[in-house]
Nanobody, 117 residues
Framework: QVQLVESGGGLVQAGESLKLSCAAS????????MGWYRQAPGKQRELVAT???????NYADSVKGRFTISRDNAKNAVYLQMNSLKPEDTAVYYC???????????WGQGTQVTVSS
């Protein structure tokens, strides 16, 4: 089992920045990829960014150039630096850990990000 705990959410104004953190514990070595997803009210959960154990990253088109995902393997932590935030970035942000075989997804409890215009 892997436990994920997010922190760093909050209320900001459009154009400001916010950094989310995700602390992982448990069988972290079994996870092949970490990522951030978000879910806005009335919408499906969507991918924001992912990072593999080797450091390869992937971003949703809507956040490219504004968000940066990173990881600190020594601390078992993943971060999401969010710059130039927009009201449409408002959502609950979830940390995800993915094991490829067998395929298992681990989720944090989520942290609210609200961007006012």
């Amino acid at each position: 089992q892997v436990q994920l705990v997010e922190s760093g959410g909050g209320l900001v104004q459009a154009g400001e920045s916010l950094k989310l953190s995700c602390a992982a514990s448990g069988r972290v070595g079994s996870v092949n990829e970490m990522g951030w997803y978000r879910q806005a009210p009335g919408k499906q959960r969507e991918l924001v960014a992912t990072i593999t154990n080797s450091g390869s990253t992937n971003y949703a088109d809507s956040v490219k150039g504004r968000f940066t995902i990173s990881r600190d393997n020594a601390k078992n932590a993943v971060y999401l630096q969010m710059n130039s935030l927009k009201p449409e970035d408002t959502a609950v942000y979830y940390c995800n850990g993915r094991r490829l075989w067998p395929q298992i997804n681990y989720w944090g409890q989520g942290t609210q990000v609200t961007v006012s215009s």
